[in-house]
C-alpha cells in the first residue's frame, strides 16, 4: 500500500442557506375570509326580524314596506334579497288575507309573464321586478288620507302645559310626514 496513493476522501459539507423571509399579505388573507362569510351571508338563512304579514290595511303599508326595506339591507349580501325576482317572491310571502290575494297572484304572473317571455325573456337579476312590485304595492295600497290627517293634526297642534320641546318634536314630526 505504499505505492498506492492515499485517498483523500471530499465531503461536501452543506452551507447552512439563508432562508428569505416569509411575507403573509393579510390583505389577500383578510379577503379570502371576507368571501367566506360572503359566500356564508349568501347561502345562509335571512338574518333579523321580517315585516310582519300585510293584510291590505292601508295604514299599516307605509309600515309593510320600511320595514321590509330594513330587513332588506340587513340581508342585503344574501342571494334572496341580491336577486329582484327573489326578492319580490319573498315580499308576497308576506302579504297574506283573504282579500289581498288575488292582487298578490296578479303581481306573480306578471313577473313569471316577464321572466318567461319567448319574445324577449327578462332576467331575473333586473332591478325592474323589485320596482314594479314597489310601485305597484304604493298604487294599491298607499293611505290616500295620510297627508290630510296630517294636515289637520298639524293645524290643530297646539303647545300643551307649556312644554315647548314636546311642541317642536311634533312639530318636526308631522311636518316630516307631510312632505
Not at 32 to 52: I, N, V
Not at 57 to 66: P, Y
Not at 122 to 142: I, K, P, Q, S, V
Request: aromatic share 8%.
Amino acid at each position: 500500500m505504499d505505492d498506492e496513493e492515499t485517498l483523500e476522501y471530499l465531503t461536501m459539507r452543506t452551507l447552512p442557506v439563508p432562508l428569505a423571509p416569509i411575507q403573509i399579505n393579510m390583505a389577500e388573507t383578510q379577503k379570502g375570509t371576507d368571501e367566506d362569510e360572503e359566500t356564508k351571508a349568501a347561502k345562509g338563512s335571512l338574518k333579523g326580524s321580517p315585516p310582519t304579514k300585510f293584510d291590505r290595511d292601508r295604514k299599516m303599508a307605509k309600515k309593510f314596506l320600511n320595514d321590509f326595506k330594513t330587513y332588506k339591507f340587513l340581508n342585503r349580501k344574501n342571494k334572496m334579497m341580491k336577486i329582484p325576482a327573489n326578492r319580490v317572491v319573498l315580499a308576497l310571502t308576506f302579504i297574506k288575507g283573504e282579500h289581498i290575494q288575488d292582487w298578490a297572484h296578479e303581481i306573480m304572473k306578471n313577473m313569471e309573464d316577464r321572466l318567461e317571455s319567448t319574445l324577449n325573456p327578462m332576467l331575473e337579476t333586473n332591478e325592474y321586478h323589485w320596482d314594479y312590485f314597489e310601485d305597484a304595492f304604493r298604487d294599491a295600497f298607499t293611505d290616500t288620507s295620510e297627508r290630510e290627517d296630517t294636515d289637520n293634526k298639524l293645524q290643530n297642534l297646539h303647545m300643551k302645559d307649556g312644554n315647548l320641546d314636546q311642541f317642536i318634536a311634533e312639530f318636526n314630526q308631522l311636518t316630516h310626514l307631510a312632505d
